[in-house]
């Protein structure tokens, strides 16, 4: 049991400050990819339609699910503080040239905007294609994809639209997560391949967009919390 809820706080922003709001599956190392994926082929896995992670997260009515998710790893008496931190490291709004000038003057206040951009409320994926819808319903954006073959440091997928003049949406760079994997996704896009780059430096640095589809179970919702809380307390331990 922690005494200090003040160093869960620390470590968590320190852990955080290296993987953003990326998580991986207790057993990934061990699960077996599947045919699509190991062909490269990874915008097929993923089909469906999508909102934002977070403001799901923190519904009332799964206030619950993250009390008993921290309390076994930092005590009854400060679960409600470490769920409120967690959900906060990713529900910043300052990202880009502004969040990294506010983080270099107060590290210890660090955290990701993990929400979409660009008048993006739903994203549909469709095989290849993959469109964006407002919160009308919409179509913000819709292009066909193709994969790169671009190295980088947060082992993310890359893919570049197939259209002219797709301005903001022009490159996706996707972590290889699948709502059966890792319950959500996450991704990045931009009209710069340059500004995918990495989660610190650049015109969206701390920014990193986390989804989960929209016809998630309750199970699925119980999962990626439990994913998220243990294994940024875990580490924090």
């Known amino acids: 049991m922690k005494k200090r809820i003040a160093a869960i706080v620390l470590c968590v922003f320190c852990l955080l400050a290296i993987a953003g709001c990326s998580q991986s599956k207790p057993d990934a190392e061990t699960a077996q990819p599947t045919a699509a994926q190991e062909t490269g ?23 619950d699910l993250w009390i ?19 959900l906060a490291m990713c529900m910043a709004e300052p990202y880009g040239p502004e969040a990294s000038e506010k983080y270099a003057a107060d590290p210890e206040s660090m955290a990701f905007n993990c929400y979409f951009r660009g008048g993006v409320d739903r994203f549909v994926m469709d095989g290849h294609t993959i469109s964006g819808l407002d919160a009308q319903g919409n179509e913000v954006f819709s292009h066909t994809y193709h994969k790169l073959d671009e190295e980088n440091e947060n082992g993310f997928l890359f893919y570049q639209s197939d259209d002219a003049d797709s301005g903001d949406f022009t490159y996706f760079a996707f972590s290889p997560d699948t709502m059966e994997t890792t319950y959500h996704l996450e991704f990045r896009y931009a009209e710069d391949l340059s500004d995918l780059q990495s989660w610190f430096e650049g015109n969206y640095a701390y920014w990193n967009a986390a989804a989960i589809a929209v016809d998630y179970d309750q199970e699925s919702m119980k999962n990626v919390i439990e994913l998220f809380v243990t294994e940024n307390l875990t580490e924090a331990e």
Do not use: M
């Open 41 to 63: 082929d990874y915008l097929t896995t993923i089909s469906g339609t999508y909102e934002e992670l977070f403001p799901q997260l923190a519904k009332a009515e799964y206030r």
């Open 68 to 86: 008993d998710a921290t309390t076994p790893l930092v005590g009854a008496e400060n679960a409600e503080t470490a769920t409120d931190t967690l």
